[in-house]
Nanobody, 125 residues
């Protein structure tokens, strides 16, 4: 069974940091592109960051540039989103997703076919 499980969401003060995890089961994560997305209340889902099967990363969102990074641990079959200098506008449900096409990149037209259940990040004082 293909499954993605996010964790690490929390309430954090502005300027704080969080690391989100997305653990995969039922498949080998680094064969495929993985991405982080977010959806704030009343807004559409937007892309954040992506890591391709070859390890290259792509920023989908200028608002997180220099603050968020994506990484992957092959031994743990997990992808991470490190978020620093958090702002109230980063408040959202964060989702990880995978393109189940072998060797997929962050720019190809393969669909994001697996999604996690989401984890809530709230940035507030």
């Amino acid at each position: 069974q293909l499954q993605l499980v996010e964790s690490g969401g929390d309430l954090v003060q502005p300027g704080g940091s969080l690391r989100l995890s997305c653990a995969a089961s039922g498949f080998t994560l680094d064969w495929y592109a993985s991405g982080w997305f977010r959806q704030a209340p009343g807004k559409e889902r937007e892309g954040v960051l992506c890591i391709a099967s070859n390890g290259g990363t792509t920023n989908y969102n200028d608002s997180v540039k220099g603050r968020f990074t994506i990484s992957r641990d092959k031994s743990k079959n997990t992808v991470y989103l490190q978020m620093n200098s958090l702002k109230p506008e980063d408040t959202a449900i964060y989702y990880c997703a995978v393109k189940h096409r072998y060797g997929s990149s962050c720019h190809d037209k393969a669909d994001w076919t697996s999604w996690g259940q989401g984890t809530q990040v709230t940035v507030s004082s």
